[in-house]
């Protein structure tokens, strides 16, 4: 990248306390990770689904570079034994084509992603990418990651009128790949974001307060506001529907549960067919999250729950209109859990554990547990706990609510326990905040 400042770019000095003076504009942004309480399966028919996020993260750290010397984007994601760079000039050289959308550039802007021709935007990603010998060596995982970070970086700046600065970013995270905690869905909407408050440092909200797009492009009614660390809602939107985009890349064809629920956090309810429905619930709940460290592949089983449910058509809609009602039921228990006085809060969770057992129990008949899944369900048993598996089944993880009155000793054993017997188990809170600016 040149010196040269471009007179057709807007170039504002970063201000405030994410500037570090040695290395320029210097922040972290967390995501949450989700997992589904109930609703697995039988949401693919309609029915209600409950999930909520984790308090497991993804991090992404982005570290403005001032050396020309080296003036790339570059890309550290440990987690995945990925390391790659970006001549700054090719990336700019991207920045200023334009960007294939459904309804032409002068009906397209940051805030509309929904817009883009999105086959078209990842092949000409992927092409892009398959000029370079080593992208060519890198695996599945490797490539999707790549291909998520370059379709949104060029997809979210191509039509805004700032100039591209170099930048190191660098990926880590708790969840584990490829379980059904959203570690997807986390890695994209943190890479959003931190594209997004790195565009919110770069200009001033005088500078842009009319509109902060090319003249090809619709004007943006985006206000850049606030550095701070708290996204407005307008920005979560914009957050969550970029997320979503980044989400077709890993899934093809998702829900937009997971991208919803790691850029608003909380609980989430939601109908296949209707928007998703935020809920509050202020009750601090622990998960205890159980690795079975078996993989499974997610369309197989959804297959094998259908093959039952084809076969066996009265008594697979039975099962499915038994789950709509736990999902009914465990939403009202949480809800007026934090109303509650002490034994019908010891109660309420009894009620909830018991909940688990049964929808576990439905699961199990759709032939979508394993045997680590059940071998998990005995030794909570043995400790007066109540569990489930979570997401597809087959393998990946089991989840049990902890209730309040459990010992810490009991706990402890328990853990102990799962992991003599070969799995992960850690405690995590439900609920955690969204998307964020941790420093």
Known sequence: MSSEIDSQFLDVSPSGDYLNKSNGIVFTVSAPGKVIIHGEHSVVYGKLALAASLGLRTSVTLRESLNLDTSAVELHFPDINLHYSFICKEIQNLLDKPLPTTMGTTSFNLEFPQRIDHDLHLKNIEGFLSETGSYQNLNKVQ??????????????????????????????SQLTLGAGTGSSASFTVGLVASLLHFLKLMVKENDVADNLSK???????????SSSGVFSPEELQIISDWGFCGEKIHHGNPSGIDNAICTYGSFVVFRKGTDLEKKRITYPLRLLLINTKVSRDTKSFVMKAADFIKKYPAIGNHILEAMEEISKTALECLQNISELVDDRTKETFEKLGELSEINHGLLSILGVSHVTLEDIIRILKDYGLKGKLTGAGGGGYAICLLPPQLRDSDLDDAIANLENCGYDAKVTVLGDSGVRVDS
């Open 143 to 172: 490539k999707n990651a790549l291909a998520s970070f370059l379709y949104l970086l060029i997809g979210m700046y191509s039509s805004v009128n700032v100039k591209l600065r170099p930048f190191h970013l660098s990926v880590s």
């Open 215 to 225: 003249a090809a492009y619709l004007p943006t009614k985006l206000t850049i506001g």
